[in-house]
């Protein structure tokens, strides 16, 4: 019998309050390796929260967060960052003036070799553009070939690209997606759907967060459904329906799974 693989990111119990509102209610939560783990609930449901949890923007009042079986404790985001865990939020945080090299490597600048690096703080300007070109032509982008170009140049999908290459690049163990659909039209969406899932074929589990339920039915292979602060079923695009997720998120359908069911990653064979 083949042992259940330990879950890259965990939450057991996790409790956070905003005075009387209780936004997460003793909330659990796993992602495995080489998954997309779609989240979804309605508003006021605690997904949010949940996610700042991993992210490091939220401090839980209660629970234990752990990363590759590891007790981890967020104080702020880059803390989250340091440990491998990249988000990417639905309003990019892009600087548009600046090129998209600069982009990828917002906040971790690199310096050249030498004493120039060390004493002159020189950047070394032409690696980052040749690791940013290859960073988007792994990821499938090849309509972007010049890394000088500014970001307020590029299509809203384009934009979101870089985005997801910069969380690719320095994601060691997590990639978060906040809504990264929700500002795009059609063609655009499918090409960030396809980012996600060649984000998790080089090895990167993606927690992905949307409302657009086709889209997470689409490439999900797990979907956390949370209600209430707390997580109300683990189902998969093949066992249930969109009809029945969003009665689980309302309430209209209840599902008792045991704990066996919910930990089963369809994406770890």
């Not at 990111?9 to 309050?17: D, E, F, G, P």
């Not at 936004?23 to 779609?38: I, K, S, T, W």
């Not at 880059?78 to 906040?107: E, H, K, M, R, S």
């Not at 299509?155 to 870089?162: A, K």
Request: with cysteine.
């Amino acid at each position: 019998m083949t042992a259940a693989p330990q879950p890259v990111l965990q939450a057991t119990s996790l409790v956070k309050r905003y005075g009387r509102v209780v936004a997460l209610d003793h909330a659990d939560f796993e992602l495995y390796p080489g998954e997309v783990l779609g989240v979804i609930g309605d508003n006021g449901a605690g997904k949010s929260t949940l996610i700042k949890c991993f992210s490091g923007a939220v401090v839980p009042d209660r629970g234990d967060i752990l990363l590759d079986g590891d007790k981890v404790h967020f104080n702020e985001p880059t803390d989250a960052q340091d440990a491998g865990i990249q988000t990417v939020y639905q309003n990019l945080a892009v600087c548009p003036a600046l090129d998209i090299a600069t982009n990828l490597f917002l906040g971790r600048e690199r310096r050249v070799p030498g004493w120039r690096g060390k004493y002159l703080r020189m950047l070394d300007h032409k690696g980052m553009r040749e690791d940013a070109k290859r960073e988007l032509s792994q990821l499938g982008l090849l309509t972007i070939q010049d890394m000088h170009q500014a970001v307020e140049t590029l299509s809203g999908g384009q934009r979101q690209g870089v985005a997801v290459a910069r969380a690719a690049a320095f994601g060691q163990r997590v990639v978060i997606m906040d809504e990264p659909t929700a500002a795009l039209g059609v063609k655009e969406s499918q090409k960030v759907l396809q980012l996600i899932r060649d984000v998790r074929d080089r090895g990167l589990p993606v927690i992905l967060i949307s409302h657009n339920m086709p889209h997470v039915f689409e490439v999900a292979d797990r979907i956390h459904i949370q209600r209430l602060g707390r997580r109300a079923a683990v189902v998969t695009p093949q066992s249930h329906t969109m009809a029945e997720a969003v009665a689980i998120m309302t309430g209209a359908m209840e599902v008792k799974m045991t704990a066996e069911e919910i930990a089963r990653p369809a994406a770890v064979n």
